[in-house]
Nanobody, 115 residues
């Protein structure tokens, strides 16, 4: 079993920055993927960014150039640096880890961007 604990959400003005963190614990493997998804009210959950254990990344088009995903394998932690935030980035952000052929999810952290 894998547990994920997120932190770093909050309220910020448009143009501001936030950094999300997600720490994994439990029975974890060295080959995995970690990422961030988000879900706005009335919308489906969507991928924001993903990073493999080897370091390769992919991003949603809507966040390219503004968000950066990174990870510290020694700490089993993934980060999402969000810059130039826009009101449309407002959502609950969920940490995800794909490990042992299963998806694991964090509890979600609210990000609200005011205009």
């Amino acid at each position: 079993q894998v547990q994920l604990v997120e932190s770093g959400g909050g309220l910020v003005q448009a143009g501001g920055s936030l950094r999300l963190s997600c720490a994994a614990s439990g029975i974890i493997s060295s080959r995995n993927a970690m990422g961030w998804y988000r879900q706005a009210p009335g919308k489906q959950r969507e991928l924001v960014a993903r990073i493999l254990s080897g370091g390769s990344t992919n991003y949603a088009d809507s966040v390219k150039g503004r968000f950066t995903i990174s990870r510290d394998n020694a700490k089993n932690t993934v980060y999402l640096q969000m810059n130039s935030l826009k009101p449309e980035d407002t959502a609950v952000y969920y940490c995800n880890r794909f490990d042992w052929d299963k998806d694991y999810w964090g509890q979600g952290t609210q990000v609200t961007v005011s205009s």
